[in-house]
């Protein structure tokens, strides 16, 4: 991972750097200026500092910023004195650009600003398409404009050639003042905010930059041209907003959000690589009517917010073609800011400790984290303080500056418990700079938002949101340990002393003798207490999801004086610190497991999100498959339930839109046979009352399986239904022999809350049979349509749902065979006899048995994908009625009574065709086995009696099969 930086202001406005490969917060170079906020991005970082002005800072580079300003010199033929420069009326400048409609003069060639400097004097350009041009680096033309070429011809009348000169950015490293005097559009009021991004927009040019910024008045400017080799951009410019803006975000890509007064977010629409200032607002509605947003930090594909109560809410469902999202969910913490990262990693801080937490576990399928953790880095300038109070945590001495003697009580006193039991949240966090530089007891005892610390001062952010200031000490004489305080744990102020020596101490020095000991053995660096921060930004800072940081440790040495006191301590001493150290850990640890079991659990709020692509059947225009983008969005809550959103983002005219099915809604799955796609269709009350199912199609049958398995499980976690049907579950066949289940609830038949029959679910079982029935038993027998009896085995699944929603036992092969039929109708021609040419008003000539539909030999096809054709297309002379030796059946019309002989008034005939396909699949059955039958019991199957096997020869053809009344979902009433 390349190393990057993280910045940060302090409330001095001061701007520091954090490298990802570092540990020490780094102040920058220019150390005249105090900003309020900055916003960084890969290679530059943009500011406004306290005099309101606007900054930008550009990170050296050995590759130098140079811009090329080139002017144009022409002059025309004169049929006295040849090539000369007086032009006519009509012509472009002497000096111009290369367009000609600008006048540029070599002297009138400005720099920008004063943070550029030229390379070099103006020079003539004699290359021309990579070609050397004749002396004096002239192209000739035979007027303006044409097309120039470096050889004089006998009609070149103009001539042009250019002078080059560059000019090079020398404010590397240091703070660059935007210049805004000689703007024409100056601005009326200065910026209360701004921000960077929009260098990974889609097919943007390399180096582009997207800079807004938010005025004090509420308006929204763009900074125009800002790109890498024009670090400062050209002018501003005004956009039109629906309210007063406050705060405003920018990510890497085209997200944009604005946080307006009344409380309400906007967010830019219509942002790409030809539009970057986007082309509409829309408008996104806070969490809670109660707090408005206050602060919101836009990434990659996420949006983090702040109300005005400090809560921090993530936005889900936010991307690229949904910039706006779905919903708000709440989140475990209480901070001042948030900002977000190149790789959607998040950086806050803190309300009650202004410290910098940063958001751990945030990937890909995790993008809302699962806990904050301090940043406790300290500050360049304390290097070479590392040797003295911090060193004794080396030592082993973390908890404290007075240590009790031996033959004391290692438990608190009463008075040190009861203040404990008071106390409602875990000791905060000391950064390392409060070891150093002493400042105000009550300060050094403001806690951070829930955290918690072990022995290497990691601080682990429990619930931010019910911390409170812990009380000052209270007042006494120092010299008595009785009177002090046990904190093993918690580090405490530390004392101005002078430096003792090791030699100061006699040998048998006790534990108790130890109390006049001070932490701070050197003189601190400045009399600045720990860093506390008023703004962050991550733009430019990159860190993997399983990247190690040296940010959430103290690394320190011993000093000398300390190492040389510790060979003072005997084994007797340390032992008894052990067993105090042990004793107080237990205890806290026991304390604080208590204080946060009634927090909210954010961890188990996960949310997973799988993507593909598909094709969606359009119903409105153009009527037609659009390849669109698929995200599921599962969401688990604290009860262990698991809500699916299923995302359809699509293109029309240029404009991004979308479509959700919330799968709890859904009430049917089901593969559509259609013959150049792998489709599939989803149900909903709604749009199946509308007869508008949600139709979609996957490049292979595999993928069609795959998310058809995956929605079938998604809907079946929704209603809390998992693995084979229950007994009183209702089997039902559709008109194309697929099996569906359906479990009935207890609403099903209540008169108070009667549920109605469209909003059942039915998910598939593998399978195609023509008749099924089911008892209450659990016994479930079907007939195909070659009239095989088959017997559920008890699994779940088959079919396409084989694998991720099916069970692995119990899921045998299926073979079936079905006869497909289609009519060929003729009509009678007085001259030909009949023939296929019929009346504008008769039936298709091939149809199917109603004449409805078109059905030719070449144009039907097998049900669906499990079926093959077995035969090829024959004469079908079992008809009901009767046919002739040729298979025709005749009619006075269509439609009619068909007989099997031509009488005079016998006007059409029609002949059937039939063709039998052979399905095969995988299913929760197993074939009858063969068992002779009489006429009256049929396949009599009652509370689960098998037949017998036997060698007896099979049964003639089955018909029908009847198992009992399973019509109401209760046993006993069955």
Same mark, same amino acid.
């Given at each position: 991972?390349?190393?990057?930086?993280?910045?940060?202001?302090?409330?001095?406005?001061?701007?520091?750097?954090?490298?990802?490969?570092?540990?020490?917060?780094?102040?920058?170079?220019?150390?005249?200026?105090?900003?309020?906020?900055?916003?960084?991005?890969?290679?530059?970082?943009?500011?406004?500092?306290?005099?309101?002005?606007?900054?930008?800072?550009?990170?050296?580079?050995?590759?130098?910023?140079?811009?090329?300003?080139?002017?144009?010199?022409?002059?025309?033929?004169?049929?006295?004195?040849?090539?000369?420069?007086?032009?006519?009326?009509?012509?472009?400048?002497?000096?111009?650009?290369?367009?000609?409609?600008?006048?540029?003069?070599?002297?009138?060639?400005?720099?920008?600003?004063?943070?550029?400097?030229?390379?070099?004097?103006?020079?003539?350009?004699?290359?021309?398409?990579?070609?050397?041009?004749?002396?004096?680096?002239?192209?000739?033309?035979?007027?303006?404009?044409?097309?120039?070429?470096?050889?004089?011809?006998?009609?070149?009348?103009?001539?042009?050639?250019?002078?080059?000169?560059?000019?090079?950015?020398?404010?590397?490293?240091?703070?660059?003042?935007?210049?805004?005097?000689?703007?024409?559009?100056?601005?009326?009021?200065?910026?209360?905010?701004?921000?960077?991004?929009?260098?990974?927009?889609?097919?943007?040019?390399?180096?582009?930059?997207?800079?807004?910024?938010?005025?004090?008045?509420?308006?929204?400017?763009?900074?125009?041209?800002?790109?890498?080799?024009?670090?400062?951009?050209?002018?501003?410019?005004?956009?039109?907003?629906?309210?007063?803006?406050?705060?405003?975000?920018?990510?890497?890509?085209?997200?944009?959000?604005?946080?307006?007064?009344?409380?309400?977010?906007?967010?830019?629409?219509?942002?790409?690589?030809?539009?970057?200032?986007?082309?509409?607002?829309?408008?996104?509605?806070?969490?809670?009517?109660?707090?408005?947003?206050?602060?919101?930090?836009?990434?990659?594909?996420?949006?983090?917010?702040?109300?005005?109560?400090?809560?921090?809410?993530?936005?889900?469902?936010?991307?690229?073609?949904?910039?706006?999202?779905?919903?708000?969910?709440?989140?475990?913490?209480?901070?001042?800011?948030?900002?977000?990262?190149?790789?959607?990693?998040?950086?806050?801080?803190?309300?009650?400790?202004?410290?910098?937490?940063?958001?751990?576990?945030?990937?890909?399928?995790?993008?809302?984290?699962?806990?904050?953790?301090?940043?406790?880095?300290?500050?360049?300038?304390?290097?070479?303080?590392?040797?003295?109070?911090?060193?004794?945590?080396?030592?082993?001495?973390?908890?404290?500056? *007075? #240590?009790?003697?031996? =033959?004391?009580?290692?438990?608190? +006193?009463?008075? @040190?418990?009861?203040?404990? /039991?008071?106390?409602? %949240?875990?000791?905060?966090?000391?950064?390392?700079?409060?070891?150093?530089?002493?400042?105000?007891?009550?300060?050094?005892?403001?806690?951070?938002?829930?955290?918690?610390?072990?022995?290497?001062?990691?601080?682990?952010?429990?619930?931010?949101?019910?911390?409170?200031?812990?009380?000052?000490?209270?007042?006494?004489?120092?010299?008595?340990?009785?009177?002090?305080?046990?904190?093993?744990?918690?580090?405490?102020?530390?004392?101005?002393?002078?430096?003792?020596?090791?030699?100061?101490?006699?040998?048998?020095?006790?534990?108790?003798?130890? *109390? #006049?000991?001070?932490? =701070?053995?050197?003189?601190?660096? +400045?009399?600045? @207490?720990?860093?506390?921060? /008023?703004?962050?930004? %991550?733009?430019?800072?990159?860190?993997?999801?399983?990247?190690?940081?040296?940010?959430?440790?103290?690394?320190?040495?011993?000093?000398?004086?300390?190492?040389?006191?510790?060979?003072?301590?005997?084994?007797?001493?340390?032992?008894?610190?052990?067993?105090?150290?042990?004793?107080?850990?237990?205890?806290?640890?026991?304390?604080?497991?208590?204080?946060?079991?009634?927090?909210?659990?954010?961890?188990?709020?996960?949310?997973?999100?799988?993507?593909?692509?598909?094709?969606?059947?359009?119903?409105?225009?153009?009527?037609?498959?659009?390849?669109?983008?698929?995200?599921?969005?599962?969401?688990?809550?604290?009860?262990?339930?698991?809500?699916?959103?299923?995302?359809?983002?699509?293109?029309?005219?240029?404009?991004?839109?979308?479509?959700?099915?919330?799968?709890?809604?859904?009430?049917?799955?089901?593969?559509?046979?259609?013959?150049?796609?792998?489709?599939?269709?989803?149900?909903?009350?709604?749009?199946?009352?509308?007869?508008?199912?949600?139709?979609?199609?996957?490049?292979?049958?595999?993928?069609?399986?795959?998310?058809?398995?995956?929605?079938?499980?998604?809907?079946?976690?929704?209603?809390?239904?998992?693995?084979?049907?229950?007994?009183?579950?209702?089997?039902?066949?559709?008109?194309?022999?697929?099996?569906?289940?359906?479990?009935?609830?207890?609403?099903?038949?209540?008169?108070?809350?009667?549920?109605?029959?469209?909003?059942?679910?039915?998910?598939?079982?593998?399978?195609?049979?023509?008749?099924?029935?089911?008892?209450?038993?659990?016994?479930?027998?079907?007939?195909?349509?070659?009239?095989?009896?088959?017997?559920?085995?008890?699994?779940?699944?088959?079919?396409?749902?084989?694998?991720?929603?099916?069970?692995?036992?119990?899921?045998?092969?299926?073979?079936?065979?079905?006869?497909?039929?289609?009519?060929?109708?003729?009509?009678?021609?007085?001259?030909?006899?009949?023939?296929?040419?019929?009346?504008?008003?008769?039936?298709?000539?091939?149809?199917?048995?109603?004449?409805?539909?078109?059905?030719?030999?070449?144009?039907?096809?097998?049900?669906?994908?499990?079926?093959?054709?077995?035969?090829?297309?024959?004469?079908?002379?079992?008809?009901?009625?009767?046919?002739?030796?040729?298979?025709?059946?005749?009619?006075?019309?269509?439609?009619?009574?068909?007989?099997?002989?031509?009488?005079?008034?016998?006007?059409?005939?029609?002949?059937?065709?039939?063709?039998?396909?052979?399905?095969?699949?995988?299913?929760?059955?197993?074939?009858?086995?063969?068992?002779?039958?009489?006429?009256?019991?049929?396949?009599?199957?009652?509370?689960?009696?098998?037949?017998?096997?036997?060698?007896?020869?099979?049964?003639?053809?089955?018909?029908?099969?009847?198992?009992?009344?399973?019509?109401?979902?209760?046993?006993?009433?069955?």
């Amino acid at each position: 991972m390349p190393d990057s930086a993280l910045w940060a202001v302090d409330l001095f406005g001061r701007v520091y750097t954090l490298s990802t490969a570092g540990q020490y917060w780094e102040l920058c170079k220019d150390t005249q200026l105090e900003f309020k906020r900055v916003s960084a991005a890969t290679q530059c970082c943009w500011g406004i500092a306290c005099d309101n002005q606007v900054y930008v800072y550009v990170c050296a580079s050995d590759v130098p910023i140079r811009r090329r300003e080139e002017a144009y010199e022409n002059q025309r033929w004169n049929p006295v004195g040849g090539f000369c420069e007086k032009l006519l009326p009509s012509d472009r400048w002497l000096w111009s650009d290369v367009s000609g409609l600008q006048h540029r003069p070599l002297d009138g060639v400005a720099l920008p600003s004063l943070h550029w400097e030229w390379e070099s004097d103006w020079y003539v350009d004699e290359n021309f398409g990579g070609e050397p041009t004749e002396k004096g680096g002239w192209t000739y033309a035979m007027d303006f404009p044409a097309t120039y070429t470096r050889d004089k011809k006998w009609n070149s009348c103009v001539r042009r050639r250019r002078w080059i000169r560059y000019r090079r950015y020398k404010s590397r490293d240091s703070w660059a003042k935007i210049p805004s005097k000689d703007d024409p559009k100056q601005l009326p009021d200065p910026f209360n905010d701004l921000s960077v991004g929009g260098w990974e927009i889609t097919d943007e040019p390399v180096g582009r930059l997207s800079v807004w910024a938010v005025s004090l008045q509420g308006k929204v400017w763009y900074r125009e041209d800002v790109s890498h080799p024009n670090p400062e951009g050209s002018s501003w410019s005004l956009m039109d907003t629906p309210g007063e803006a406050v705060q405003i975000s920018c990510g890497p890509h085209d997200l944009l959000w604005v946080t307006l007064w009344e409380g309400q977010a906007l967010v830019r629409e219509g942002i790409n690589r030809n539009n970057p200032k986007g082309s509409s607002w829309s408008v996104v509605e806070p969490p809670t009517s109660e707090n408005g947003i206050m602060h919101v930090a836009v990434g990659v594909g996420v949006v983090w917010a702040i109300t005005k109560d400090r809560k921090v809410w993530f936005r889900r469902g936010v991307n690229s073609h949904n910039p706006c999202g779905t919903s708000w969910i709440e989140m475990v913490g209480e901070m001042m800011m948030v900002n977000v990262g190149l790789n959607d990693q998040v950086w806050g801080i803190g309300c009650e400790d202004r410290a910098v937490y940063f958001r751990q576990g945030v990937t890909p399928s995790e993008l809302s984290g699962k806990t904050w953790k301090a940043i406790v880095a300290s500050r360049e300038c304390d290097r070479s303080h590392s040797g003295s109070s911090l060193s004794l945590l080396s030592a082993g001495c973390f908890f404290g500056d *007075e #240590v009790r003697g031996s =033959g004391e009580s290692c438990v608190p +006193s009463d008075t @040190d418990a009861s203040s404990d /039991a008071e106390r409602p %949240g875990p000791d905060p966090p000391v950064p390392a700079e409060s070891l150093d530089c002493p400042r105000n007891p009550k300060d050094s005892f403001a806690s951070g938002p829930g955290t918690s610390r072990t022995a290497e001062h990691t601080v682990e952010v429990a619930s931010p949101a019910t911390q409170t200031p812990r009380p000052e000490p209270r007042p006494g004489p120092a010299s008595t340990p009785a009177e002090l305080p046990w904190t093993n744990i918690d580090l405490k102020e530390p004392k101005k002393a002078p430096s003792y020596s090791a030699a100061g101490f006699p040998e048998t020095t006790g534990l108790s003798s130890l *109390e #006049v000991l001070p932490l =701070g053995l050197e003189e601190p660096c +400045s009399a600045d @207490d720990r860093p506390l921060w /008023a703004w962050v930004s %991550g733009g430019g800072c990159a860190v993997e999801a399983h990247s190690v940081l040296k940010w959430f440790s103290v690394h320190s040495g011993l000093s000398a004086s300390v190492q040389t006191l510790s060979l003072s301590i005997t084994p007797a001493q340390t032992a008894a610190w052990r067993k105090q150290i042990f004793q107080q850990l237990t205890e806290r640890t026991k304390r604080e497991l208590e204080n946060f079991r009634h927090y909210e659990q954010a961890v188990e709020q996960s949310v997973w999100v799988k993507t593909g692509t598909l094709q969606w059947w359009c119903n409105w225009k153009p009527h037609k498959w659009l390849d669109v983008r698929v995200a599921l969005e599962q969401f688990t809550g604290h009860d262990g339930a698991r809500d699916s959103i299923l995302f359809i983002y699509y293109v029309v005219h240029e404009e991004k839109k979308y479509i959700h099915v919330f799968l709890n809604e859904v009430t049917a799955l089901v593969p559509v046979l259609n013959e150049a796609k792998h489709s599939f269709a989803l149900y909903t009350p709604e749009r199946t009352r509308q007869r508008w199912p949600v139709r979609l199609a996957a490049a292979t049958e595999q993928d069609m399986n795959d998310w058809l398995a995956l929605l079938s499980l998604s809907c079946c976690e929704s209603r809390k239904i998992h693995g084979r049907p229950s007994p009183q579950a209702i089997w039902s066949v559709t008109c194309k022999g697929d099996v569906f289940v359906s479990e009935p609830s207890p609403d099903l038949e209540d008169p108070a809350h009667l549920l109605p029959c469209d909003q059942m679910f039915w998910r598939q079982m593998g399978g195609h049979l023509r008749v099924v029935e089911a008892n209450s038993r659990g016994v479930v027998w079907g007939i195909g349509y070659d009239h095989t009896a088959w017997v559920y085995t008890g699994g779940y699944g088959g079919g396409c749902f084989q694998g991720l929603a099916s069970s692995t036992s119990n899921i045998y092969t299926q073979s079936d065979v079905k006869s497909v039929y289609i009519y060929e109708n003729q009509r009678w021609n007085p001259v030909t006899g009949y023939s296929s040419r019929g009346l504008p008003t008769d039936r298709y000539m091939w149809s199917d048995a109603t004449g409805l539909q078109e059905c030719t030999k070449a144009g039907t096809k097998p049900p669906s994908l499990q079926w093959t054709w077995v035969s090829d297309w024959s004469v079908d002379f079992s008809v009901p009625g009767g046919t002739d030796q040729e298979g025709w059946q005749y009619a006075s019309d269509f439609p009619a009574s068909y007989h099997g002989y031509k009488t005079m008034k016998d006007f059409v005939r029609r002949r059937c065709w039939a063709r039998a396909p052979l399905g095969c699949t995988w299913a929760p059955t197993s074939p009858l086995p063969p068992s002779p039958l009489g006429p009256a019991t049929r396949c009599g199957l009652w509370r689960g009696t098998a037949l017998p096997s036997t060698g007896a020869p099979c049964p003639p053809p089955i018909q029908l099969v009847t198992l009992g009344t399973t019509s109401h979902p209760h046993p006993d009433r069955g």
